[in-house]
């Protein structure tokens, strides 16, 4: 825990301390340990969640919403991490493309382990974060943003529409594995690499790392004139977010198949953003609930009331993310941490 | 605010350390579009010397310090830093490793993080740049954290070292920021205004501290409108009007120049 979340937690802890009544006519509130119990009923609560998975919603849709929601979850969370240096891209979406191909490619190309080719599919994504970091050392806000919107352009009509091809002519085909051949299956696989992804972002936040990037956000000025880099922090978020956008593209491919070149149209990665910012922008777990929330839901929404959601599921995505915008300041984040706050007996 | 007679033990006994040029600036000159922002501007500063610049609003006093600290690049002239020229180290990351350190007009903390995390980030700077403190070398045996907590004590900050950095009151941010700076063990201490924001007690505390610091064997150089901080802590001070060096000399000198006082006053004065 950083020192600030510390401080905070001692201070709410103190603030308890001195309130009378209320606070101590619930026997939850009286609780010993309380915090060190939550946290046990809510580590449990979210493993039997995470096991029990798509079977939980089978009623209402197949298992491949859940694991559509995952994948877009990634996605937003690879949004969410750039909001670490007060950046916002629109390049994710090119990346998750490149993800889904760079897989095809290992797969036509060579007969390494689906583990190995996806290790070196996220790897792979470097170089072109490399380059989309240049454009992060040069512009910053908006000027980024617009930046990041052409060279997702530019990979769409120059890249995609060639190698993946259009309409009913799909190439670049990404087949799964025997052992993953179910949709329940892959939930697995997603659903874990997901938890690894969260759990590696956690301790980054609460690292020296951490604490740096969080200086780098509040003044980039200080930062550079106390002996730090303020570029190698950048590049190092860029290709970390494109880390996590290439993966889920692999994950993408794994999915569906095959996709056309539109799926990975530069427009979407706004929507993206909108997942993120209804989320949390920079929390990892509102990134998460966000992504989850808007990837998988729709989904489930096609099979339950097909006729009515088709025609309106643009209209879903935007009035339920402005509705949580406007009325849920911090996003779901917000909504999640007060609820914590609340079982932690903080104020 | 520390003074004198509360800094820890280790620093008492020290001080009074050769003076050498650590800072030689000659023929500086920036200029933004059609405004020359400074023009042939020529100091220098001494290890154990606190070298004032002083000058109206818009005088370039500012715009100097970021020259110096590499958040600007100037058009001309040299500046020298412990005989290395800066322009071979263009960029504030190597100069802040060679030891030049700022604080800024408005403190820039990191405000999302905690006060301690604020000192030890320039702790762990001097750490990676591999240097020594030389107002205090037994703070160098320490770690980071209780480095951060004795930098703390020596600028006098009495606040929660775990308390968020936003919610810092403004002489508090001051002092925090001058606390990190000392943190990444500058030679050169570069500071902006640190009197601005803080009452009559704590600007007397500062005076002390920066003389301590100077006397302990670092180069100080400070921009400031309380005239009572310069007069009382200057060795010499450097006045700047409209980008221009008006005058150059001991307090005494400064105060009754007359080009200085048009500058301040007006002609008419």
Redesign the interface.
């Known amino acids: 825990m950083?020192?600030?979340a510390?401080?905070?937690t001692?201070a709410a802890a103190a603030a308890d301390a001195g309130i009378s009544g209320t606070a101590t006519a619930l026997p939850w509130r009286s609780l010993p340990n309380r915090v060190l119990v939550a946290r046990g009923v809510a580590t449990v609560l979210v493993a039997l969640l995470v096991l029990a998975g798509p079977r939980m919603f089978s009623w209402a849709g197949p298992a491949g919403a859940m694991d559509f929601g995952l994948t877009v979850a990634m996605l937003v969370v690879a949004v969410s991490v750039l909001a670490w240096i007060g950046e916002i891209s629109l390049a994710v979406v090119a990346q998750m493309g490149l993800g889904m191909v760079t897989l095809a490619w290992f797969e036509d190309h060579t007969s390494f382990p689906l583990a190995l080719s996806v290790v070196l599919v996220t790897l792979s994504s470097i170089p072109t974060s490399l380059i989309l970091g240049l454009f992060c050392l040069r512009l910053r806000g908006v000027n980024f943003v617009i930046a990041s919107l052409a060279f997702a352009g530019m990979t769409q009509k120059a890249f995609f529409q060639k190698v993946l091809g259009a309409g009913t002519s799909l190439h670049g085909r990404v087949s799964r594995p025997e052992l993953l051949r179910s949709d329940g299956a892959l939930y697995y696989l997603i659903v874990l690499s997901l938890i690894g992804v969260v759990i590696g972002l956690y301790f980054l936040q609460r690292s020296?790392v951490g604490?740096?990037l969080?200086?780098l956000?509040?003044?980039e000025?200080?930062?550079?004139?106390?002996?730090?880099?303020p570029a190698a922090y950048k590049l190092f978020v860029v290709c970390l977010s494109g880390a996590i956008a290439t993966l889920a593209g692999a994950y993408y491919g794994l999915l569906q198949g095959s996709v056309p070149s539109f799926y990975f149209n530069p427009g979407l990665a706004i929507v993206y953003f909108g997942f993120a910012v209804a989320g949390g922008m920079g929390s990892i777990g509102g990134a998460v609930l966000g992504g989850l929330f808007f990837g998988a839901m729709p989904k489930y929404l096609e099979v339950l009331w097909p006729s009515i959601y088709n025609k309106f599921d643009f209209l879903f995505y935007g009035l339920v993310a402005l509705l949580i915008i406007v009325w849920v300041p911090g996003g779901l984040a917000g909504v999640g941490r007060r609820f914590w706050h609340r079982v932690e007996g903080r104020s | 605010m520390s003074v004198l007679s509360e800094r820890p033990a280790s620093l008492n006994g020290r001080g009074l350390v050769a003076k050498r040029e650590l800072l030689v600036i000659e023929d500086l000159a920036i200029s933004f579009g059609g405004i020359h922002a400074l023009r042939d501007v020529s100091l220098t500063a001494r290890t154990g010397e606190v070298a004032g610049v002083i000058g109206p609003n818009g005088a370039g006093k500012t715009t100097l310090f970021n020259c110096i600290?590499?958040?600007l690049t100037p058009d001309r002239g040299s500046i020298t830093f412990d005989g290395h020229h800066l322009h071979a180290m263009g960029?504030?990351?190597l100069?802040?490793?060679r030891g030049?350190?700022?604080t800024?007009q408005t403190p820039?903390?990191?405000?999302?993080?905690?006060v301690?995390?604020?000192l030890?980030?320039?702790c762990?700077?001097?750490n990676?740049?591999k240097r020594s403190y030389e107002f205090d070398p037994t703070l160098q045996a320490l770690r980071p954290e209780d480095r951060a907590r004795r930098i703390a004590d020596l600028v006098g900050y009495e606040g929660?070292?775990?308390?968020?950095a936003s919610s810092l009151s403004f002489g508090e941010m001051r002092v925090v920021e001058l606390a990190?700076?000392l943190c990444?063990s500058p030679s050169l201490l570069m500071l902006d205004e640190p009197a601005s924001g803080l009452d009559v007690e704590q600007a007397q505390d500062l005076v002390a501290l920066v003389r301590d610091l100077a006397d302990l064997g670092l180069a100080v150089l400070l921009i400031e409108h309380d005239m009572s901080v310069v007069m009382g802590v200057c060795e010499d001070i450097t006045v700047l009007d409209f980008g221009s060096v008006i005058a150059r000399g001991a307090p005494r000198e400064i105060q009754e120049n007359q080009d200085v006082l048009d500058a301040y006053l007006g002609k008419a004065h």
């Not at chain 1, 000025?221 to 880099?229: E, H, K, P, R, V």
């Not at chain 2, 820039?108 to 905690?114: A, G, K, N």
């Not at chain 2, 929660?160 to 968020?164: H, K, M, R, V």
Request: charged share 20%.
């Open positions: 950083s020192a600030t510390e401080f905070q001692e020296r604490t740096a969080a200086s956000r509040d003044s000025t200080a930062f550079w004139t106390l002996g730090y880099s | 600290s590499g958040l960029n504030p990351t100069r802040a490793r030049i350190g700022r800024f820039r903390l990191f405000r999302s993080v905690s301690l995390d604020n030890m980030m320039g762990r700077a001097a990676a740049a929660a070292l775990e308390a968020p990190r700076t990444a």
